[in-house]
């Protein structure tokens, strides 16, 4: 069964890259999501295998997203996206469970090769 990912990014142009990527490569999208808030809600409705969440996001930010998720769900994968010169909160984000990183703007082998270390 092809895993599932949630999206979740502010932009929608980066929301609709990522998809592309992904499905294009087997894999189910479960959801997209506009901001942390959503996301942590789209998260429990969609229990899905992935998720790709940007750092910076209106409403509340991608390592509270995280840690809310996290903090519920301990086994949750997370990938967090960040721009260029975010240093602090990538190290933040993976003390706080993230399983991995993806700088933007994206190489398409580069999300593809996080997403199987990540879930297979």
Avoid: H, W
């Amino acid at each position: 069964m092809a895993k599932s990912i949630l999206i979740c990014d502010d932009a929608a142009f980066m929301r609709m890259m990522i998809k592309d990527i992904l499905s294009k490569n087997g894999y189910t999208i479960a959801g997209e999501a506009e901001n942390g808030a959503k996301a942590v809600e789209k998260y429990f409705e969609t229990k899905p295998d992935l998720v790709m969440m940007d750092i910076t996001m209106p409403e509340m930010d991608g390592i509270q997203a995280l840690k809310k998720i996290k903090s519920t769900d301990a086994g949750a994968n997370i990938i967090m996206c960040s721009a260029m010169g975010q240093q602090a909160m990538v190290i933040e984000s993976i003390q706080a469970g993230a399983k991995d990183f993806i700088v933007k703007p994206f190489q398409a082998e580069r999300v593809l090769e996080a997403v199987k270390k990540a879930v297979g």
